[in-house]
């Protein structure tokens, strides 16, 4: 079969989908429809075929370009026409969907997420959803990350034919393994993601430097993307050793080993939480805030703590508890998380969904 992937980065592409086109490669013609990027050569190397979209701006309002952008889709489309794709992110959803629907194509569509312009009430979330009515009338299957955003697109209408849940994009369980539970001198924590308003960076940094008074022996390492807006806020507290800044990291594996905890304080409107995910794997407690692409990767007090949004002191008292638990307790509750992980969120479960659909076709 010809398999067409639409998508708006390489990086979540390998990163969360890297095992489903290794599947997918076997016996199929697989080709990814995305912006240049990094990563493009290593999804290369697996077997998929790249055809470059410079017309998708991630984070564009234009009405101009995207209805370019939903033009050139339909062009690609009727040119390769595949039997199927497999549309990730909102853009691509959207657009890609139409697309589909207009040459009458079967395509299978994963909302990775709401975003803050479908969250939030307002004229950008009735255009949107208004969108996503047109682009998802026609879709083989809807695949939702969490039950909230399925939730949200039922009571909207938005979503009349056949739909699953995923458990996220799944987690690579033989990539992230247990590694010994750190027990040194200091108790060291991690806060891996874009560094941005939503992402909680504010609170966390809040309890970097409070905690980092009371328990002089505790770290707090930052991994990420920043922006601009952070970028003398980060180095101020870097070179005064509140934080240890790492930058891009590519390998994480290798950061969870030396880690203690990871806090995820995000109240941005994700799919689930592949941060979450990754630690609990690697044998690592967490705590994380409490709402939906978050909250199903925790059970309260077994695998880690939930806190209130853009609550600082709810997390300050959390990373309070978190020290009183001596290493032992700690390390239990990170395996409690693995064992959450291999049960719930195993990547495998998604590829077996994904290969269903193909079975269908």
Same mark, same amino acid.
């Given at each position: 079969?010809?398999?067409?992937?639409?998508?708006?980065?390489?990086?979540?592409?390998?990163?969360?989908?890297?095992?489903?086109?290794?599947?997918?490669?076997?016996?199929?013609?697989?080709?990814?429809?995305?912006?240049?990027?990094?990563?493009?050569?290593?999804?290369?190397?697996?077997?998929?075929?790249?055809?470059?979209?410079?017309?998708?701006?991630?984070?564009?309002?234009?009405?101009?370009?995207?209805?370019?952008?939903?033009?050139?889709?339909?062009?690609?489309?009727?040119?390769?026409?595949?039997?199927?794709?497999?549309?990730?992110?909102?853009?691509?959803?959207?657009?890609?969907?139409?697309?589909?629907?207009?040459?009458?194509?079967?395509?299978?569509?994963?909302?990775?997420?709401?975003?803050?312009?479908?969250?939030?009430?307002?004229?950008?979330?009735?255009?949107?959803?208004?969108?996503?009515?047109?682009?998802?009338?026609?879709?083989?299957?809807?695949?939702?990350?969490?039950?909230?955003?399925?939730?949200?697109?039922?009571?909207?209408?938005?979503?009349?034919?056949?739909?699953?849940?995923?458990?996220?994009?799944?987690?690579?369980?033989?990539?992230?393994?247990?590694?010994?539970?750190?027990?040194?001198?200091?108790?060291?924590?991690?806060?891996?993601?874009?560094?941005?308003?939503?992402?909680?960076?504010?609170?966390?940094?809040?309890?970097?430097?409070?905690?980092?008074?009371?328990?002089?022996?505790?770290?707090?390492?930052?991994?990420?993307?920043?922006?601009?807006?952070?970028?003398?806020?980060?180095?101020?507290?870097? /070179? $005064? =050793?509140?934080?240890? +800044?790492?930058?891009?990291? &590519? *390998?994480?594996?290798?950061?969870? !080993? #030396?880690?203690?905890?990871?806090?995820?304080?995000?109240?941005?409107?994700?799919?689930?939480?592949?941060?979450?995910?990754?630690?609990?794997?690697?044998?690592?407690?967490?705590?994380?805030?409490?709402?939906?692409?978050?909250?199903?990767?925790? /059970? $309260? =007090?077994?695998?880690? +703590?939930?806190?209130?949004? &853009? *609550?600082?002191?709810?997390?300050? !008292? #959390?990373?309070?508890?978190?020290?009183?638990?001596?290493?032992?307790?700690?390390?239990?509750?990170?395996?409690?998380?693995?064992?959450?992980?291999?049960?719930?969120?195993?990547?495998?479960?998604?590829?077996?969904?994904?290969?269903?659909?193909?079975?269908?076709?």
């Amino acid at each position: 079969m010809r398999i067409l992937i639409l998508a708006n980065n390489d990086i979540g592409l390998y990163k969360f989908r890297k095992e489903l086109i290794e599947e997918l490669v076997k016996n199929n013609e697989v080709y990814m429809c995305l912006p240049n990027g990094e990563y493009i050569k290593e999804l290369e190397k697996i077997g998929g075929r790249f055809i470059e979209c410079k017309l998708l701006d991630r984070h564009g309002t234009n009405p101009i370009q995207d209805l370019k952008l939903m033009s050139w889709y339909k062009k690609i489309i009727k040119k390769l026409n595949p039997q199927i794709v497999f549309t990730y992110t909102i853009k691509p959803n959207i657009y890609g969907g139409i697309a589909c629907s207009k040459n009458k194509i079967p395509y299978v569509v994963n909302i990775t997420g709401l975003g803050s312009a479908v969250e939030n009430p307002g004229i950008l979330q009735k255009i949107t959803v208004g969108l996503y009515k047109v682009a998802l009338k026609n879709a083989k299957k809807v695949f939702f990350q969490n039950e909230e955003n399925e939730k949200f697109m039922l009571n909207k209408g938005i979503v009349k034919s056949d739909y699953d849940l995923l458990p996220g994009s799944g987690v690579n369980i033989d990539k992230y393994v247990v590694t010994e539970y750190p027990n040194g001198e200091t108790v060291d924590f991690v806060f891996v993601s874009r560094i941005m308003k939503e992402k909680g960076i504010d609170q966390y940094l809040d309890a970097a430097i409070e905690i980092r008074k009371r328990h002089p022996e505790t770290r707090f390492h930052i991994c990420g993307f920043c922006e601009e807006m952070y970028e003398e806020k980060l180095k101020t507290l870097n /070179d $005064n =050793g509140t934080i240890i +800044y790492h930058g891009l990291v &590519k *390998n994480m594996s290798e950061i969870y !080993e #030396k880690m203690s905890c990871t806090i995820h304080p995000t109240y941005y409107p994700e799919g689930l939480s592949n941060v979450l995910l990754e630690s609990a794997a690697s044998g690592r407690p967490i705590i994380t805030t409490n709402r939906s692409g978050c909250r199903e990767v925790v /059970d $309260n =007090g077994i695998n880690g +703590y939930v806190v209130e949004e &853009k *609550n600082s002191k709810d997390l300050i !008292e #959390k990373i309070e508890m978190f020290l009183m638990k001596s290493v032992e307790e700690r390390k239990a509750m990170g395996l409690a998380g693995r064992n959450k992980v291999e049960k719930d969120f195993n990547r495998q479960i998604v590829i077996k969904k994904y290969l269903g659909e193909l079975k269908k076709v």
